[in-house]
Nanobody, 126 residues
Framework: QVQLVESGGGLAQPGGSLRLSCAAS??????????MGWFRQAPGKERQFVAA????????YYGDFVKGRFTISRDNAEESVYLQMNSLKREDTAVYYCAAATTGYYYITDHDYRYWGQGTQVTVSS
């Protein structure tokens, strides 16, 4: 089993920044080689892909709406993945989820991820 715990959500003003963290534990195999992703879900909407990073050195892929505003990274020593979000917009308001795959690929669809965190709320409002 793998446990994922997100943190760093909160209230930000439009144009502001937040940094989300996802800490992994309880792995049965090396989590540092697992593909990791961030997804989000706004009220009344389907879950949306945000960003993904492959295992090891980590190839990276972003959702189209990101447009250079977000950066995904991982610290294998800390067994953590991060999502730096800049230039936040009101439409970025959602619950953000961290997910881990069982292979090292950077998947962009949620059904390819086995493990999920509980989510962290991000609210962008003035």
């Amino acid at each position: 089993q793998v446990q994922l715990v997100e943190s760093g959500g909160g209230l930000a003003q439009p144009g502001g920044s937040l940094r989300l963290s996802c800490a992994a534990s309880g792995r049965t195999f090396d989590i540092n080689h697992m593909g990791m992703g961030w997804f989000r879900q706004a009220p009344g909407k389907e879950r949306q892909f945000v960003a993904a990073i492959g295992g090891g050195a980590g190839s990276i892929y972003y959702g189209d709406f990101v447009k250079g505003r977000f950066t995904i990274s991982r610290d294998n020593a800390e067994e953590s993945v991060y999502l730096q979000m800049n230039s936040l917009k009101r439409e970025d308001t959602a619950v953000y989820y961290c997910a881990a795959a069982t292979t090292g690929y950077y998947y962009i669809t949620d059904h390819d991820y086995r493990y999920w965190g509980q989510g962290t709320q991000v609210t962008v409002s003035s």
